[in-house]
């Protein structure tokens, strides 16, 4: 059965570093996400995308992060220069047409900043 | 504001029985509602999917239903088994946002032999 990936599944990272995060989603998709969840707190939405430009973000989302599909394949999340707040896991989903908003999700990448 | 609001605190049960999950919002108008399963350290797995029009969903062992009026779901697991133990996410998108999926803070389900 097809499924998301992403790299890599940890990461550590000095604050103002920064980081992209990978992620290949199933292959007949074309709306791509990224989440992000703190430990202990809920999944956050952080960006759509769609057609090759962001259709939807958060106030999460700021100028530090950018969402790049450089590719067929990949999608990834850009954080310009990591703070410690944005430590956390980022998960990548994905979905297909009239799939009526039915997300598939990657396994995640826990970023720590340090 | 929009809220997703579930039970917070952990639901232990038995092998065998039913747990019933709730899952209640304010300010939103949704097309569908979804549930997802999360284990530790790991992404979100869909479930099921209600929409606005259906008053109840099936899927093996698991039972959804969506009360638009009292804008609540409630979703079951019957003949519970310790490999169901995990945290279960509400989720809904705002009317117009499909993609924008926003989740519950979860409920813990614990089964134990």
């Known amino acids: 059965e097809p499924e998301v990936t992403q790299t890599p599944s940890h990461q550590v990272t000095q604050m103002g570093q920064e980081v992209i995060l990978r992620c290949v989603p199933i292959s007949n998709h074309l709306y791509f996400y990224w989440y992000r969840q703190i430990l202990g707190q809920k999944v956050e939405f952080l960006v759509s995308?769609?057609?090759?430009?962001?259709?939807?973000k958060s106030e999460i989302f700021d100028d530090q992060f950018s969402v790049e599909r450089p590719d067929g394949s990949n999608f990834t999340l850009k954080i310009r220069s990591t703070k410690l707040e944005d430590s956390a896991m980022y998960f990548c989903a994905s979905t297909s047409p009239g799939s009526q908003g039915t997300q598939y999700f990657g396994p995640g990448t826990r970023l720590l900043v340090l | 504001s929009q809220k997703i609001e579930q039970n917070s605190e952990a639901l232990n049960i038995q092998e065998g029985k039913t747990a019933t999950l709730t899952c209640n919002y304010t300010?939103?108008?949704?097309?569908?509602l979804q549930w997802y399963r999360q284990d530790p350290g790991r992404g979100p797995v869909f479930l099921l999917l209600i929409r606005e029009n259906e008053k109840e969903k099936r899927k093996e062992r698991l039972k959804v239903t969506f009360d638009t009026t009292l804008k609540q779901s409630l979703f079951h697991i019957t003949a519970s088994q310790p490999a169901d133990s995990a945290t279960y996410l509400c989720?809904?998108?705002?009317?117009?946002?499909?993609?924008?999926?926003?989740f519950g803070a979860g409920t813990q389900v614990v089964v134990t032999p």
């Open positions: 989720a809904l998108a705002p009317q117009g946002s499909w993609g924008k999926l926003q």
């Open positions: 300010n939103y108008s949704p097309a569908y």
């Open positions: 995308f769609y057609n090759n430009e962001i259709s939807e």
